[in-house]
């Protein structure tokens, strides 16, 4: 595609239900990122991938958060046992490479809200 | 260990105002600067990037961006604010030799028609 896609672009969850956030990133772009952005707070770092690499994970706030990327492509960012605080906007960006240079282009992102 | 601040939360300005957001990063290798826009509704996208070179860059609609190397900082300015510059403004530092970056907390800017 054009863009960066993800889906859905709302969700409304109960608190301790797990969800499942996808990312479609821009093809072609080797490097995907996710990150949570909460009112006040900007944009949190998630996880990182770069083509068949070992992802960094050391954003994760907390094991009920887990990622994977498949065939280098889509991305799903799972939330388990969902929790109030983990309402956030959740969002994807891809770059032609991880290095510190290059764009990151965003996704519309996906607005997490656990009841 | 690193960081990104704006110390601008938000801010208010009448059209034809002048604009200039502040941002400052603490790190004492060598650093890609960027700002990032969200308008309302839409997704975030670049505005600006410095890499090397002048230090004074040039980006879209009219935004420019100072690195000075001194201070730590990057701020954005804009002579003359137009209605439609009503966004949130983030600013974000790459790492010389890494992938990660880091983005401030971000600046909304509502202008006033």
């Known amino acids: 595609g054009a863009g960066v896609s993800q889906s859905p672009s709302n969700k409304v969850t109960e608190k301790g239900k797990d969800v499942e956030l996808r990312c479609d990133p821009i093809?072609?772009?080797?490097?995907l990122y996710w990150y949570r952005q909460s009112l006040g707070q900007g944009l949190e770092f998630l996880i990182y991938?770069?083509?068949?690499?070992?992802?960094?994970k050391s954003g994760l706030p907390s094991d009920r958060f887990s990622a994977e990327r498949t065939g280098g492509s889509v991305s799903t960012l799972t939330i388990q046992r969902t929790q109030q605080e983990d309402s956030a906007v959740y969002l994807c960006?891809?770059?032609?490479?991880?290095?510190?240079?290059?764009?990151?282009?965003f996704g519309p992102g996906t607005r997490l809200t656990v009841l | 260990a690193q960081s990104v601040s704006q110390h601008n939360h938000h801010v208010i300005l009448s059209e034809a105002a002048s604009l200039e957001l502040g941002c400052n990063y603490s790190?004492?290798?060598?650093?890609?600067l960027f700002w990032y826009v969200q308008y309302p509704g839409q997704h975030l996208q670049l505005l600006l990037k410095?890499?090397?070179?002048?230090?004074l860059v040039k980006g879209i609609k009219g935004f420019e961006a100072e690195f000075i190397k001194s201070k730590f900082s990057f701020n954005l300015r804009k002579p003359s604010v137009q209605w439609s510059d009503t966004a949130e403004y983030f600013c974000?530092?790459?790492?010389?030799?890494?992938?990660?970056?880091?983005f401030g907390t971000g600046t909304r800017l509502k202008v006033l028609a």
């Open positions: 093809s072609g772009h080797t490097a």
């Open positions: 790190y004492g290798g060598t650093v890609n």
């Open positions: 991938f770069q083509g068949n690499s070992a992802p960094d």
């Open positions: 960006a891809s770059s032609f490479s991880g290095r510190d240079y290059n764009e990151q282009f």
């Open positions: 410095y890499f090397s070179g002048d230090p």
């Open positions: 974000a530092v790459g790492f010389s030799g890494t992938y990660k970056y880091i």
